[in-house]
């Protein structure tokens, strides 16, 4: 007697035998798309590049400077009264001795009349006594009388002259007024602001230093400066002065250079980058900065090198490299190591790269690195 075969079992097998062939049609798939990812080549990306140049770099400690004047006062008056004269523009250049406002001095110039007379009357009875002393006709204490009498008068005269002169103010000194604070017609009291008075050339720029740096830093030495104000100009000068003592909060020594100024364009309390250069040049290996990539781990650059395949066709690849940086000018930055002259790293595009990634170099649209870069509006 024959057994009957079960139909869930049968199904179980078609199930068993279906699932087999789905299996190895997606297992030769797979297989095919690893062996065309084998054989796929990325189409090479677009770089621009840069060489690694040897240079020639003064050796200079930047800092950030405050512009001062060499010589700045406020300006206001010794004594009271009333302004009856102003003789400047707000923001105008004044030459030493030039009278900028003049005080009411009528009491006083009536009084230096009086006085005046006082004291012509003081010398005439002087002389008389000197003649009479001579005949006899009076005593020592007469003449000594007359002459403390003409001295006193005469003391009077100056005084008020140095009254009525107080009462002018000028200018102690060229350079430059500010904005007045006075009108005509203010009652100023002692000490009252008139207006600023700055000498603006020649002009300081005082910077702090590390402590450090007093082993190299020498009066005279060679300076630089450069302001975002005026981005195509740069301004030569030196060390003028070196304070004697260092600040015991920041270990840092404070340090005065001095510039021309003939223009005026630089103003007092401005800010300004100032480096001081060494007399010295050292040499370095450059490349622009943006060649460069950082990492916490450390900084590496793609190095461009040609690569044959078995046809012997060249083609150029991107190979990471790691590199040690050093001190940054401008556009560009120093290698320590890492790299020889005369290398080609990729200078734009580093970003999309991986090892050995193909690559085609355009130059064109790569922007010129420059020492001293000036920003445009364009």
Do not use: C
Request: proline content about 6%; glycine content about 8%; aromatic content about 4%.
């Amino acid at each position: 007697m024959k057994t009957k075969t079960k139909p869930w079992l049968v199904a179980i097998i078609g199930l068993l035998l279906v699932i087999l062939a789905l299996g190895g049609i997606k297992a030769g798939q797979i297989k095919k798309m690893i062996e065309g990812g084998k054989a796929f080549i990325p189409p090479p990306e677009a770089v621009a590049s840069a060489k690694v140049e040897a240079a020639e770099w003064e050796s200079a400690r930047a800092a950030i400077a405050t512009l001062v004047a060499v010589r700045g006062v406020t300006l206001g008056s010794e004594l009271p009264g009333l302004v009856r004269e102003i003789h400047f523009e707000s923001g105008a250049s004044v030459k030493r001795g030039a009278a900028l406002v003049k005080l009411d001095t009528s009491a006083e110039e009536a009084q230096l009349a009086s006085a005046v007379a006082d004291a012509s009357l003081a010398g005439i009875n002087l002389e008389r006594a000197r003649t009479l002393r001579e005949g006899g006709a009076n005593s020592p204490a007469d003449l000594d009388a007359a002459q403390a009498r003409a001295k006193q008068t005469k003391a009077a005269v100056a005084g008020l002259q140095a009254t009525i002169a107080k009462k002018t103010i000028r200018a102690p000194f060229d350079g430059r007024v500010s904005i007045r604070q006075v009108e005509l017609g203010q009652v100023t009291s002692p000490g009252t602001p008139i207006a600023s008075l700055q000498s603006v050339s020649p002009i300081h720029a005082d910077f702090w230093l590390p402590q450090q740096a007093l082993a190299e830093l020498t009066v005279g030495q060679r300076t630089r400066m450069r302001t975002d104000i005026f981005p195509g100009s740069q301004w030569e000068g030196a060390i003028t002065a070196i304070n004697p003592e260092v600040d015991a909060a920041t270990r840092n020594v404070r340090v005065r250079a001095t510039f021309d100024n003939p223009d005026g364009r630089l103003r007092p309390g401005m800010f300004a980058n100032v480096e001081v250069l060494s007399p010295e040049k050292r040499p370095a290996l450059v490349m622009p900065a943006t060649a460069a990539i950082y990492a916490p781990y450390g900084d590496s650059v793609f190095v461009i090198e040609e690569k044959k395949d078995a046809s012997g066709k060249v083609s150029h690849v991107a190979r990471q490299r790691l590199v040690r940086l050093g001190e940054r000018r401008g556009d560009f930055v120093a290698v320590i190591s890492g790299l020889e002259a005369g290398e080609t790293v990729v200078s734009a595009g580093a970003f999309k790269l991986r090892n050995d990634t193909p690559v085609v170099v355009n130059d064109a649209l790569a922007p010129q690195a420059e020492l001293a870069p000036r920003p445009t509006d364009k």
